[in-house]
């Protein structure tokens, strides 16, 4: 599973880091960005998610079965 922030879309609302902290980080204005290739641990997945249906923009996607 892999994740993807589009930075077009992202306003910073920082639920993503906050909820997943081992899948995004925030950049230093804020926004979101993922960490390392966006390749979600095994362990991370259910934050991953939650990351997912928590952004209020939509502005992450996320790739299962990569
Ligand atoms: Fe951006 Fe959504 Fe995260 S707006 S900072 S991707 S919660």
Do not use: S, W
Not at 1 to 29: N, S, T
């Amino acid at each position: 599973m892999k994740v993807q922030i589009d930075q077009a879309r992202c306003q910073g609302h920082g639920r993503c880091y906050d909820l997943a902290p081992e899948v995004f980080g925030e950049d230093e204005e804020g926004y979101g960005t993922v960490l390392g290739d966006g390749l979600v641990p095994p362990d991370g997945a259910d934050d991953a998610r939650r990351a997912v249906v928590n952004c209020p923009e939509r502005a992450i996607d996320l790739l299962e079965g990569t």
